[in-house]
């Protein structure tokens, strides 16, 4: 977020669940921030956050960690009020409908986050054809769409579950890095960034994370 002005951006986190650290490290570059989730649960826990509530998760270590990276000097207190200030929504969203999130909260938007959904929606190359069409349209023209998730091999696949939120997720990863990059650069994205680690689990042994900015 570096080559961004502070307070000069507009940003999504699409399927964001309860995770605020996206925000927590852009929190003085962006002026309007909006957070949407599928599960009801962690779109609550996102508000009692920003309400300050108490029994809301504790973000100070988190908050603290990032600013000893940035080195800036700023208190905690500081960063917290900052990304309480600038977070205007906790919406609801769900990939699989055709209007994926509310029309009063389609930006579009300077910088798009999607972390951890597509490869739990997307069974096939069309369905995730589909829903990287559907994140574009959320993006100003020159703007940013970050993608992170897990993807196949040509020759296999892998599923498995887990819960966010009260939700329980099945992943089916069948999508392909090839596919990953035809599907972006069809919707006119050039890449910025690509970032890449090899999972050597055993049950998910081929199986590959990425973080790609378009």
């Not at 925000?23 to 309400?51: C, F, I, M, Q, S």
């Not at 080195?71 to 994926?100: F, L, N, W």
Request: hydrophobic letters at 35%; charged letters at 25%.
């Amino acid at each position: 977020f570096s080559q961004f002005p502070d307070n000069s951006i507009t940003m999504l986190n699409y399927g964001g669940g309860p995770d605020l650290l996206p925000l927590l490290y852009a929190a003085h570059k962006v002026k309007r921030y909006v957070h949407a989730d599928y599960a009801p649960n962690n779109l609550r826990e996102v508000e009692k956050w920003t309400k300050g509530d108490p029994s809301a998760f504790d973000w100070q270590g988190h908050v603290s960690h990032c600013l000893g990276l940035e080195s800036k000097g700023q208190s905690v207190e500081c960063r917290e009020k900052r990304m309480r200030e600038v977070t205007k929504a906790a919406i609801h969203c769900d990939m699989t409908a055709e209007q994926i999130i509310p029309t009063e909260y389609q930006g579009p938007y300077d910088y798009v986050i999607c972390s951890g959904v597509l490869d739990s929606v997307c069974k096939s190359a069309e369905s995730f054809n589909t829903a990287v069409k559907r994140l574009s349209d959320l993006v100003k023209d020159g703007g940013y769409l970050h993608i992170e998730m897990s993807y196949g091999t040509e020759d296999s696949k892998c599923s498995g579950c887990y819960e966010v939120g009260g939700i329980v997720y099945k992943t089916v990863l069948s999508v392909t890095k090839a596919q990953i990059l035809e599907a972006i650069k069809a919707q006119g994205f050039s890449i910025t960034h690509l970032l890449q680690y090899v999972d050597d689990c055993e049950e998910t042994a081929g199986y590959k994370d990425d973080a790609i900015y378009w």
